[in-house]
C-alpha cells in the first residue's frame, strides 16, 4: 500500500459526460501528479500540482482540468468525455517539486473509465 | 529535451535465470534515473533510483541497476528471477538541472516461465 488513494475504483459513463476523480496524497506529501495510461499510448504524464498551485502541465487535453485543495487532496475533472478518454487514470504524489535530488513518486491504485 | 528508450515490449526468461531489462536514456545534463514496477490491475511501485555516487543501486525484491553514462544506459537486473516478477516494468528519467518533469518509458514486459 503506497498511502495514495484514488476514488472511484471503476466508473463506467457515457460520450458527451464530465466526471471527477479524486485523489489524496501519502501524508506530508505536497505534490501530486496525474497520469493517463492507455495500451496504445503508455504511461502520459498530463499535470503536477505543488502545495495547491499547478507546476507543470503535460499532455493534457484542454477538456481535462485538475486543482489541488488546502487540504492538498487533488480532484482531475475530465468533461465532454469521448471513447478515446477510456483509460486508466493514475495519482502520484511525491514530497517536493521535482528541483530536489531525484523525489520518488508513489502511485495510487488508479481509476478505470470507460466511455460508452 | 529528455526521454527514455525501452527497446523490448516484452522479455521472457526462465525462472532461476538471470534477468535483464534495458533502459537508455537521453538527457541535456546529468540524469535522475528511476525504475518502477505494475503489477496487474496495480499502480506503479518505485523499485530503485540513481541520482548519483556509485553506479550499481540495489533495490527492492533483489533488483538492481547499473548505470553506465557513456552508453547513456540504466538496465535493471535480477540473478534470479521469480515467477512473482512477471509485471510491467518502467524506466524513467529526469534531467537533473533545474526543474523537469519524469519523463517514463513505454513498459517492458517481463514474463518469467516456470
Known amino acids: 500500500d503506497s498511502g495514495v488513494t484514488q476514488t472511484p475504483k471503476h466508473l463506467i459513463t457515457a460520450t458527451g459526460q464530465r466526471v471527477t476523480l479524486r485523489c489524496s496524497p501519502r501524508?506530508?506529501?505536497?505534490?501530486v501528479y496525474w497520469y493517463q495510461q492507455s495500451l496504445d499510448q503508455g504511461l502520459q504524464f498530463l499535470i503536477q500540482y505543488y502545495n495547491g498551485e499547478e507546476r507543470a502541465k503535460g499532455n493534457i487535453l484542454e477538456r481535462f482540468s485538475a486543482q489541488q485543495f488546502p487540504d492538498l487532496h487533488s480532484e482531475l475533472n475530465l468533461s465532454s468525455l469521448e471513447l478515446g478518454d477510456s483509460a486508466l487514470y493514475f495519482c502520484?504524489?511525491?514530497?517536493?517539486w521535482g528541483s530536489g535530488t531525484g523525489e520518488t513518486q508513489y502511485f495510487g491504485p488508479g481509476t478505470r473509465l470507460l466511455v460508452l | 529535451a529528455q526521454s527514455v528508450a525501452q527497446p523490448e515490449d516484452q522479455v521472457n526468461v526462465a525462472e532461476g535465470n538471470p534477468l535483464t531489462v534495458k533502459c537508455t536514456y537521453s538527457v541535456s545534463g546529468n540524469p535522475y534515473l528511476f525504475w518502477y514496477v505494475q503489477y496487474p490491475n496495480r499502480g506503479l511501485q518505485f523499485l530503485l533510483k540513481?541520482?548519483?555516487?556509485?553506479?550499481l543501486v540495489k533495490g527492492s525484491y533483489g533488483f538492481e541497476a547499473e548505470f553506465n553514462k557513456s552508453q547513456t544506459s540504466f538496465h535493471l537486473k535480477k540473478p534470479s528471477a521469480l515467477v512473482s516478477d512477471s509485471a510491467l516494468y518502467f524506466c524513467a528519467v529526469r534531467d537533473s538541472g533545474g526543474y523537469q518533469k519524469v519523463t517514463f518509458g513505454i513498459g517492458t514486459k517481463l514474463q518469467v516461465i516456470p
Open positions: 501524508s506530508g506529501d505536497l505534490s
Open positions: 540513481y541520482i548519483t555516487g556509485d553506479n
Open positions: 502520484a504524489s511525491s514530497q517536493d
